[in-house]
């Protein structure tokens, strides 16, 4: 028994830990005090003024990310996650993930996460343990863009915004899960404070499913995700299907 409860609390502080790296500046996320669009359609985020500044991908795009010479290529999925998958895709249009570091490695007591994704990484002299508080800036508006909570309910027409399945009353699973190789965006506290930051789940995770945004998978090189390391960096990531999908504001 008593080896069940640490194990227990040791997933509670990786998850905890999780949600603090997500993103600094959450606190003034601008989308925080909109009101939340809980039963979305697809048309409905096109046209609310909240997403109409953001990238969305329609349908599937593929995106091969090395390290360490080695390719890992990532089926993203638009199709369920329009808008997470569109910021993502985009960041990596824009060069953004080229040369970040995985800042954060857990794979004790049990195997968790490797996320990245933070662009102060970009400076080699950035101290890796400061990172996992960046988030992208746009170069236009100057400031951190921010996209909102993004989760499909499996068989909805649609995903909800800005509120975790709890907050929303869902009971249902979402139609993307945790399960290993699933890729998702790193957040603070604050359901619409993801940027830039992602993370693989190196195991299934089903606890946070409702919580987090899965926005697609690891369809071949899972055996490198497993060998990153803490400081290990992002050599180049480009889009190599799909890229006529993303549709720019």
């Known amino acids: 028994m008593s080896m069940n409860i640490r194990r227990w609390l040791s997933v509670m502080l990786v998850v905890l830990a999780l949600v603090i790296a997500g993103c600094s500046g959450s606190t003034s996320n601008s989308t925080e005090s909109s009101t939340p669009q809980n039963k979305s359609t697809p048309a409905e985020t096109t046209s609310n003024p909240q997403f109409s500044n953001l990238p969305r991908l329609d349908k599937k795009a593929t995106v091969e990310l090395r390290v360490k010479g080695s390719p890992i290529t990532i089926e993203v999925d638009g199709t369920n996650a329009p808008i997470t998958a569109g910021n993502f895709v985009d960041l990596v249009q824009k060069g953004v993930y080229d040369g970040l570091v995985f800042h954060r490695v857990v794979r004790e007591p049990q195997p968790f996460v490797v996320q990245g994704g933070d662009p102060q990484g970009k400076n080699p002299k950035f101290p890796v343990e400061r990172l996992g508080t960046g988030g992208f800036i746009d170069p236009q508006t100057k400031e951190t863009r921010y996209i909102p909570l993004e989760i499909k309910p499996k068989g909805a027409a649609g995903p ?60 071949d090189g899972m055996s490198v995700v ?17 890229i006529e999908n993303l549709k720019k504001p």
């Open 160 to 219: 909800i915004y800005s509120k975790t399945f709890k907050a929303a009353g869902i009971s249902s699973r979402p139609q993307l899960n945790h399960t290993r190789g699933a890729v998702a965006m790193a957040r603070s506290q604050m359901p619409n404070s993801a940027s830039s930051q992602f993370y693989f789940a190196l195991a299934d995770l089903p606890f946070l499913d409702g919580d987090y945004a899965v926005f697609g998978y690891v369809t």
């Open 226 to 242: 497993d060998k990153i390391q803490q400081g290990d960096r992002i050599e180049s990531v480009k889009v190599t299907q799909g």
